[in-house]
């Protein structure tokens, strides 16, 4: 029985006079990895928003691993375990890149942040840090700094810096926008990596990375959900492709 970890129902976010967002409801099983995806303007990020908390929904209810969060302060979401991957503006461009993820390591702890640290701990953590800087394919770079690395780099680096979270539910914003294809594989394989894990939503607008990695897809157009479904089935649908042709 698949076991559904974040529930939405009705769903809306009203602009002055201009819903965004309309009555959308979805449903992401655990362990799965689901796409949000649409033309332009369909919702994908006010959407987002309400989910993670950043916006506070018009109407509609959230419902995350058994907990209602509609209302709920968006720190207190990511601590009960949704964390949304960081803006690159949230990592430290003048410390390596070692530094960046430890923070986040000990932000996970609980700690604040400090420096010194015993020999040992101090060990652990970079070991960690370089475990999980290797999974986003930025081994033997933890001495770099941030501030050096390529725009599609500082995106791996800040999905390394969400997953020292350890998050229940990942949601990545375009995690492959602004990459190079080399940059785009390591972090598609540390995704199907995760499946089972962990819970993946993303809002992705390269196609084919959607194709690979989606168990299942939410279709949102003009604010409403379109289809859903797996890519074969939403990518056959004629109703979105009209969506996408009419972009
Ligand atoms: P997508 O991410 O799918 O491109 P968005 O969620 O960003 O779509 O936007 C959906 C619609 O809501 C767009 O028409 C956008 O202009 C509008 N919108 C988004 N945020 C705001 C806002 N803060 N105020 C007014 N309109 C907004």
Redesign the pocket.
């Known amino acids: 029985m698949t076991e559904t970890i974040l529930q939405a129902r009705n769903l809306s976010k009203q ?2 006079g ?1 819903k ?2 309309n009555g959308v409801s979805l449903d992401v099983a655990r362990g799965t990895v689901q796409a949000l995806i ?12 309400l989910l993670t908390r950043f916006l506070d929904a018009t109407s509609g209810t959230i419902r995350f691993d058994g907990k209602d969060i509609t209302r709920r302060h968006p720190a207190d979401v990511a601590m009960d375990g949704m964390v949304r991957s960081f803006q690159i503006s949230a990592t430290f461009p003048h410390l390596t890149l070692i530094e960046n993820v430890r923070i986040a390591l000990q932000r996970r702890e609980g700690g604040t942040f400090r420096f010194w640290r015993p020999i040992t701990r101090s060990e652990t953590l970079n070991d960690k840090a370089e475990k999980l800087l290797a999974d986003v394919g930025l081994a033997d770079r933890g001495g770099r700094l941030a501030s050096s690395l390529s725009y599609g780099r500082k995106r791996a680096l800040e999905i390394a810096t969400t997953l020292a979270l350890r998050p229940k539910l990942l949601l990545l914003d375009e995690p492959t926008s602004g990459m190079g294809i080399e940059d785009i594989a390591p972090i598609t394989a540390l995704i199907n990596r995760l499946r089972g894990s962990m819970t993946v939503l993303m ?1 992705e607008h390269n196609l084919s990375v959607v194709a690979e990695l989606s168990d299942r897809i939410t279709v ?1 157009a003009r ?1 409403e959900v379109l289809a859903e479904g797996t890519y074969a089935e939403v990518s056959t649908n004629p109703d979105v492709t009209r969506a996408y042709m009419g972009e």
């Open positions: 602009f002055g201009f965004a967002v649409g033309p332009n303007g369909a919702g994908k990020t006010t959407t987002f928003n809002v949102l604010g």
